[in-house]
């Protein structure tokens, strides 16, 4: 008994965590969701900003956009990391530690720099796109670092890092002693994967997929450094409230609702897609 | 088999060589004396470095970055690692709740929370907007995802239930147990991790 009351002291030291989560993480959701709905002066509940939004094709275009480079270079970026993070799990243990650190290191190279050393890279001047040039390959016609195309590959850039991060410990889960069973047992290399592989790591895979998605779609300084005022959701959100032409904070709070809704819509996909495999097989 | 290999390592290197270029090409811009319309530099400085460290304002800003990031570290380990540490042991129904908390935070992006946050405390009863406080509370959740799970994979890893009963048994109570045996087990997991962090929220 004396135990029980004991244990129950403790919850005393969790109150700062609580505060703190209140204050930072649950406080300022709520007050978005709210002010999504109040009319402008904020006295009464109105859908206007979401009806703006649905009836605005600058609006619509912007949400579009978002979803169409997020998907992409979630897809990109998931597709080399998972080649590259199998590659790694291949090689000795000493070298996969440094590669696994040195890609790691990249993870935090975004925003603004980033932008930058592609504009180095492979911009109007670039270096690639000089020495292209002197070559005479036509490697980067057509190719604007500036516009939607150019977005993407700098997307890919940061997807593909983060990407390793996450699959890197769910290829370890599988373990060498599975592959040799399955090959004693008559399997093919392809037919381990298809049946044993690809089921192990299919949830950490969609979960990844899920968290790339929601790190292409929350980026924000990247694009805007590289290409200013391209008609992306965050890019939207942060000129309603901080911009210098259109100032509407309820109008910014109702795009914020509708981003973090695509991203659970997203995530309860992932879900269900997982729960339907699970059933077949 | 060994065939196999050269494919591994080819794959690698051609990842890190995308990896590091942006990298590579910032260093190599930020010691150049000019380069616009060529391949490679025309000549190399520190000029810039020595224009950069002589800026009173680049001085502060970075004097800034490194108290905020530090700061926030200090106080979101001071928060979470007995907040980690006593759910685990002592109320494992909570792991679940906790999780959740500590996964909010991927879901909501850095403009979202912060048109939420400029609403809440512009004005009210606690004005911080502006202040270097609105933004170690914005940082402690950015760092709360990584700091929780390692924190969490350092206690699960030594087994902190069987260490804090064997130290009960030999009669040291839970505060004892915690700062003689738990703390010192964990130290390698959170400096792994508060580096980590570290470096998260000074690039932001």
């Known amino acids: 008994m004396r135990k029980r009351k004991d244990n129950l002291l403790l919850l005393i030291w969790l109150i700062p965590f609580i505060l703190l989560i209140l204050a930072f993480e649950i406080l300022p959701v709520i007050t978005i969701i709210n002010s999504s709905f109040l009319q402008s002066g904020g006295t009464y509940y109105t859908l206007k900003q979401y009806k703006l939004i649905f009836n605005n094709k600058f609006y619509l275009q912007s949400i579009e956009n978002s979803v169409v480079i997020s998907l992409i270079s979630s897809i990109v970026g998931l597709l080399v990391a998972l080649i590259g993070s199998h590659s790694i799990t291949k090689l000795p243990a000493k070298i996969r530690d440094n590669v696994l650190m040195l890609s790691n290191m990249t993870s935090n190279f975004a925003g603004v720099p980033l932008a930058f050393a592609f504009m180095i890279l492979i911009g109007i001047n670039g270096v690639f796109t000089v020495i292209a040039k002197n070559l005479g390959i036509k490697l980067f016609q057509g190719f604007n670092l500036y516009s939607e195309m150019g977005l993407i590959v700098v997307y890919i850039y940061f997807q593909i890092p983060l990407g390793i991060l996450l699959l890197y410990p769910i290829f370890d889960n599988i373990k060498k002693e599975w592959i040799d069973a399955a090959v004693m047992l008559g399997a093919s290399n392809a037919n381990f994967w298809r049946y044993i592989g690809l089921p192990v790591i299919l949830p950490g895979l969609l979960g990844t997929f899920g968290i790339l998605f929601a790190n292409a779609m929350g980026a924000y300084a990247t694009a805007y450094a590289l290409v200013g005022n391209f008609n992306l959701m965050t890019i939207r959100i942060s000129s309603l409230i901080s911009g210098d032409i259109t100032l509407d904070p309820n109008l910014a709070s109702a795009m914020a609702v509708i981003l973090g809704l695509i991203l659970i819509s997203f995530t309860l996909l992932n879900e269900m897609m997982l729960k339907k495999g699970n059933n077949v097989r | ?204």
């Open chain 2, 1 to 204: 088999m060994k065939k196999n290999n050269y494919i591994h390592y080819v794959i690698i290197v051609f990842i890190l060589i995308f990896l590091f270029l942006p990298l590579l090409a910032t260093f190599l811009y930020s010691i150049a004396t000019q380069w616009d319309t060529t391949v490679l530099p025309k000549g190399f400085t520190f000029a810039w470095y020595i224009k950069l460290f002589s800026d009173m304002r680049f001085l502060k800003a970075l004097e800034r970055s490194l108290i905020v990031s530090s700061l926030t570290l200090i106080i979101s380990l001071l928060v979470l690692i007995p907040t980690i540490f006593i759910i685990t042991v002592y109320f494992p129904k909570l792991e679940k709740v906790l999780k959740t908390f500590t996964i909010i935070p991927f879901a909501i992006p850095g403009v979202i929370s912060a048109v939420g946050l400029i609403k809440l405390y512009s004005n009210g009863p606690l004005p911080i907007a502006g202040t270097i406080w609105i933004l170690l509370g914005a940082y402690f959740i950015v760092s709360l995802p990584f700091l929780y799970q390692s924190i969490y994979n350092g206690l699960k890893g030594m087994n902190a239930n069987i260490l804090i009963d064997a130290a009960n048994l030999l009669g040291a109570n839970g505060v004892k147990a915690f700062f003689h045996v738990i703390l010192p087990n964990m130290k390698k997991g959170i400096i792994v991790s508060a580096l980590l962090s570290f470096s998260i929220l000074f690039g932001m």
